[in-house]
C-alpha cells in the first residue's frame, strides 16, 4: 500500500510544510482537510496510509477547538488500519499523552523539524508500540564557542569565530562581529562544556543589534541537523534545566574558541 499521509490541520499553510517534508522519500503527501468532519469523509474517499492530526482540529466549523478530542476514537473505530500521527502547538504539548492513549502512535511538535516528521512516520510503519513522548526542551541562556560559515556568497570557505548567547533544539541566538543579513544560510559547531560538538544548517530569521558583543546579533531557525548532534543537543539542553552542576556556564578554558570575531582557517 503506497504511504500516503492526509493531513488534519485547519492552518493550511502549516499542512503545506509538512507536506514539502516528505518529498524525495517514500511517503507522499495526500492533502489536507481543515476540520474533524472532513476527515472522517477523507477516510472512506481517500483512504489514507496515515492521517496527521494536529490538535487544533476543529470537529466542526461550528464547533470550535473540540475535533482532536472526539476524532482519534473514531479513527479507530471507523479504520482501524490506519495508522494516526499527532502534531500540536507547544502550548498544547500537555494533550499529547492522552491523545497517544486514545491511539495515536508518535507525535511532531510544530514548528516541524523533518527529521522528527520522517522519524514518526517510519515508526508508524513498523509494528512497535506508540512512540514515548517528549516535549521539545525550553529555550536555555548559555555562552557557547562556535565556529560558523555562510553557505553561500563570497564567504563560504571562510571560517569565523562568534557565541551562541542561547540555545534551543529549533534555533540560535548568535553575537557576531558581522552581520549577517535575513535569509543567510549558516553552517555552525557549537561547542559544548564537554567540548563536544553539535553540527547543523541553518537560517537568519531575526536581526538584532548587540552593543555588548561589539557587533551584531541574530536569531538562526535550524533546519538540518544529523540525529547524533540533536540528541546531543537535546541531552545539554535538557541536563541545564535539570540544574546539572556538570554543565557550565559557557565555553571557556584550554581548548575553548577565541573571542567573536577571530578569523581561522576552514577546515574540510
Known amino acids: 500500500m503506497p504511504m500516503t499521509v492526509l493531513v488534519a490541520d485547519p492552518d493550511d499553510?502549516?499542512?503545506?510544510?509538512?507536506?514539502?517534508?516528505?518529498?524525495g522519500t517514500d511517503f507522499s503527501f495526500l492533502g489536507v482537510v481543515p476540520n474533524g468532519k472532513a476527515l472522517l469523509d477523507a477516510l472512506f474517499s481517500q483512504h489514507p496510509w496515515a492521517v496527521a492530526l494536529d490538535l487544533s482540529l476543529p470537529d466542526h466549523p461550528a464547533a470550535p477547538n473540540v475535533?482532536?478530542?472526539?476524532?482519534?476514537?473514531?479513527?479507530?473505530?471507523?479504520?482501524?488500519?490506519?495508522?494516526?500521527?499527532?502534531?500540536?502547538?507547544p502550548e498544547l504539548a500537555g494533550l499529547v499523552r492522552g491523545t497517544i492513549a486514545a491511539g495515536a502512535r508518535a507525535a511532531a511538535e510544530k514548528p516541524f523539524i523533518r527529521e522528527e516528521i520522517l522519524g514518526a512516520l517510519q515508526h508508524l510503519a513498523t509494528d512497535r508500540p506508540a512512540q514515548n513522548f517528549f516535549a521539545r526542551a525550553r529555550r536555555v541562556p548559555r555562552s557557547l564557542s562556535?565556529?560558523?560559515?555562510?553557505?553561500?556568497?563570497?564567504?563560504?570557505?571562510?571560517?569565523?569565530?562568534?557565541?551562541?548567547?542561547?540555545?534551543?533544539?529549533?534555533?540560535?541566538?548568535?553575537?557576531?562581529?558581522?552581520?549577517?543579513?535575513a535569509r543567510s544560510v549558516v553552517q555552525f559547531d557549537v561547542e559544548l562544556p564537554d567540548r563536544t560538538t553539535v553540527r547543523g544548517r541553518g537560517q537568519v530569521v531575526r536581526e538584532v543589534s548587540v552593543a555588548a558583543a561589539g557587533g551584531a546579533g541574530c536569531g538562526v531557525a535550524i533546519f538540518e541537523m544529523e540525529a547524533p548532534h540533536r540528541a546531543r543537543l537535546r541531552e545539554f539542553i535538557a541536563r541545564v534545566l535539570a540544574g546539572d552542576p556538570g554543565v557550565t556556564a559557557e565555553t571557556r578554558?584550554?581548548?575553548?574558541?577565541?573571542?567573536?570575531?577571530?578569523?581561522?582557517p576552514a577546515r574540510g
Open 13 to 23: 499553510r502549516t499542512a503545506v510544510a509538512f507536506g514539502a517534508a516528505l518529498r
Open 67 to 89: 475535533g482532536w478530542a472526539a476524532t482519534v476514537p473514531q479513527i479507530r473505530e471507523i479504520a482501524p488500519n490506519i495508522r494516526t500521527l499527532v502534531t500540536f502547538r
Open 146 to 181: 562556535l565556529r560558523y560559515r555562510i553557505s553561500s556568497g563570497a564567504n563560504t570557505s571562510i571560517t569565523r569565530i562568534g557565541h551562541a548567547r542561547n540555545v534551543s533544539e529549533t534555533g540560535l541566538f548568535l553575537a557576531l562581529s558581522e552581520k549577517l543579513p
Open 253 to 264: 578554558g584550554p581548548g575553548a574558541l577565541k573571542p567573536p570575531g577571530v578569523l581561522q
